[in-house]
């Protein structure tokens, strides 16, 4: 297997490396439309790449898209909740799954954030420098949407929702167009952006709409980097010496204390568009969530194997060691987008790093404080990743507040009214 080094300019290319491929879609249309080159040209890409976007979005919340016609990609990737799903369930929590467009249908995994979607790179095998962490070089998978990582690229991904029976459960893509065909505004749209023909092939329209929605999620709004980090960056904010984020921060950075950097970090200190993950993939002995499973009737002795079970890695000789790998989740907004883990077992972030604190030495977090037992055992227990879980000291419970404190400081302005009240106790 040929191994690519990745580093995080390679990421940057490779976001740039999308919208080149975007607007060269587009080329077609612009030819028509301008006949000549120069800044008339720049402008028409411009506007025909704003039309893409606006496209996009007006797609993103379409519910017509979905069998019943009661779901949107917007209806699990709330815009006012950042693009999470924020519905309750019938004990009052954020339902750990979400529910299918028939209402009924409950898949097996948390709906992740789409904000800053755009910067997780295409799925591949590679290496790439760690920071703040004492551990090597990480060599792996990397990349991907969804969880495991299946749907290389944004358009991969934007395709999958509408076929999925569990979520908006259209039966085919011929369904999905007809659909699209029923909006004269679309047919206005996709004709003017990919040509005239564009319906005439159900794959090229249906390829089509994923580009927009892949636009749409491209755009600055879905990446806005305004939290208070990104404006102690930038110089328009300090943390206050003696807050608990500032500890926190410290703590996050810290190679001594927390292993929070090894994964969760992209570059190196001080670095704008640091997006608060490396991308990689682990097992980190997430236990299994027996409530959603007995919600969604999965089969007994169902177990959810991840990275492991996705097809580009079906030529591996043996992907026992890829089994409970998942990819790692940004943080940004994490304050808000509760509740935690790729099944969303855990409704609070203080519970999350006690999660990972009982793994370090002389740690006194062995009971789960949401069950009031000890931690249950992880639903993939044979390679779950102990080097990167074992590094570091065990946190006091001032630690433990600051980290959660600065983790509230990733939280983009838009979203900061959705913060817990515990979070005015954090200096910020």
Same mark, same amino acid.
């Given at each position: 297997?040929?191994?690519?080094?990745?580093?995080?300019?390679?990421?940057?290319?490779?976001?740039?490396?999308?919208?080149?491929?975007?607007?060269?879609?587009?080329?077609?249309?612009?030819?028509?439309?301008? $006949?000549?080159?120069?800044?008339?040209?720049?402008?028409?890409? *411009?506007?025909?790449?704003?039309?893409?976007?606006?496209? $996009?979005?007006?797609?993103?919340?379409?519910?017509? !898209?979905?069998?019943?016609?009661?779901?949107?990609?917007?209806?699990?990737?709330?815009?006012?909740?950042?693009?999470?799903? %924020?519905?309750?369930?019938?004990?009052?929590?954020?339902?750990?799954?979400?529910?299918?467009?028939?209402?009924?249908?409950?898949?097996?995994?948390?709906?992740?954030?789409?904000?800053?979607?755009?910067?997780?790179?295409?799925?591949?095998?590679?290496?790439?420098?760690?920071?703040?962490?004492?551990?090597?070089?990480?060599?792996?998978?990397?990349?991907?949407?969804?969880?495991?990582?299946?749907?290389?690229?944004?358009?991969?991904?934007?395709? $999958? =929702?509408?076929?999925?029976?569990?979520?908006?459960?259209?039966?085919?893509?011929?369904?999905?167009?007809?659909?699209? /065909?029923?909006?004269?505004?679309?047919?206005?749209?996709?004709?003017?952006?990919?040509?005239?023909?564009?319906?005439?092939?159900?794959?090229?329209?249906? !390829?089509?709409?994923?580009?927009?929605?892949?636009?749409?999620? /491209?755009?600055?709004?879905?990446?806005?980097?305004?939290?208070?980090?990104?404006?102690?960056? /930038?110089?328009?904010?300090?943390?206050?010496?003696?807050?608990?984020?500032?500890? *926190?921060?410290?703590?996050?950075?810290?190679?001594?204390?927390?292993?929070?950097?090894?994964?969760?970090?992209?570059?190196?200190?001080?670095?704008?568009?640091?997006?608060?993950?490396?991308?990689?993939?682990? &097992?980190?002995?997430? =236990?299994? &969530?027996?409530?959603?499973?007995?919600?969604?009737?999965?089969?007994?002795?169902?177990?959810?194997?991840?990275?492991?079970?996705?097809?580009?890695?079906?030529?591996? =000789?043996?992907?026992?060691?890829?089994?409970?790998?998942?990819?790692?989740?940004?943080?940004?907004?994490? $304050?808000?987008?509760?509740?935690?883990?790729?099944?969303?077992?855990?409704?609070?972030?203080?519970?999350?790093?006690?999660?990972?604190?009982?793994?370090?030495?002389?740690?006194?977090?062995?009971?789960? %404080?949401?069950?009031?037992?000890?931690?249950?055992?992880?639903?993939?227990?044979?390679?779950?990743?102990?080097?990167?879980?074992?590094?570091?000291?065990?946190?006091?419970?001032?630690?433990?507040?600051?980290?959660?404190?600065?983790?509230?400081?990733?939280?983009?302005?838009?979203?900061?009214?959705?913060? =817990?009240?515990?979070?005015?106790?954090?200096?910020?």
């Amino acid at each position: 297997m040929t191994q690519i080094v990745v580093t995080s300019d390679v990421y940057m290319v490779w976001n740039m490396k999308l919208k080149l491929l975007t607007l060269a879609l587009l080329l077609p249309a612009l030819l028509t439309a301008c $006949g000549g080159s120069g800044s008339s040209d720049s402008a028409s890409a *411009g506007d025909s790449e704003n039309q893409l976007i606006a496209l $996009g979005e007006t797609l993103f919340h379409d519910t017509n !898209l979905s069998l019943d016609r009661t779901q949107s990609c917007a209806t699990c990737h709330d815009p006012d909740h950042a693009f999470t799903d %924020p519905s309750i369930n019938g004990s009052g929590n954020v339902r750990s799954a979400s529910v299918g467009d028939d209402g009924v249908s409950l898949g097996d995994r948390n709906t992740p954030t789409a904000l800053y979607s755009a910067s997780i790179p295409e799925f591949t095998y590679g290496t790439h420098q760690r920071f703040n962490s004492p551990r090597e070089d990480y060599v792996g998978y990397i990349g991907g949407q969804f969880w495991d990582g299946r749907a290389a690229t944004l358009e991969d991904q934007a395709g $999958g =929702p509408p076929l999925n029976p569990v979520e908006m459960n259209m039966p085919d893509k011929a369904t999905v167009v007809a659909r699209l /065909r029923e909006n004269v505004s679309y047919e206005e749209n996709f004709t003017e952006l990919f040509g005239a023909n564009i319906f005439d092939d159900i794959d090229e329209a249906y !390829l089509a709409m994923t580009q927009a929605i892949a636009a749409f999620e /491209r755009s600055a709004d879905m990446s806005p980097f305004n939290s208070k980090y990104d404006k102690f960056l /930038r110089g328009e904010y300090e943390y206050s010496p003696v807050s608990k984020a500032a500890l *926190g921060k410290a703590r996050f950075f810290s190679q001594q204390f927390t292993n929070c950097a090894t994964c969760h970090q992209l570059r190196p200190n001080g670095n704008e568009g640091e997006t608060f993950s490396n991308y990689e993939f682990h &097992n980190i002995g997430v =236990p299994v &969530n027996t409530g959603l499973r007995t919600a969604n009737g999965s089969d007994e002795g169902f177990t959810d194997t991840g990275l492991a079970a996705i097809d580009a890695v079906s030529d591996e =000789p043996d992907t026992s060691e890829l089994e409970g790998k998942f990819r790692v989740p940004t943080l940004r907004n994490v $304050g808000v987008t509760a509740p935690y883990m790729h099944n969303g077992v855990f409704q609070s972030l203080d519970t999350v790093i006690r999660f990972y604190d009982r793994h370090l030495t002389n740690s006194t977090n062995g009971i789960n %404080p949401e069950t009031g037992v000890e931690w249950a055992a992880p639903e993939v227990a044979a390679n779950v990743s102990f080097p990167e879980l074992r590094q570091g000291t065990a946190l006091s419970e001032n630690d433990i507040e600051g980290v959660v404190c600065f983790l509230y400081s990733l939280t983009d302005e838009q979203y900061e009214h959705l913060l =817990p009240e515990d979070a005015e106790e954090c200096g910020l």
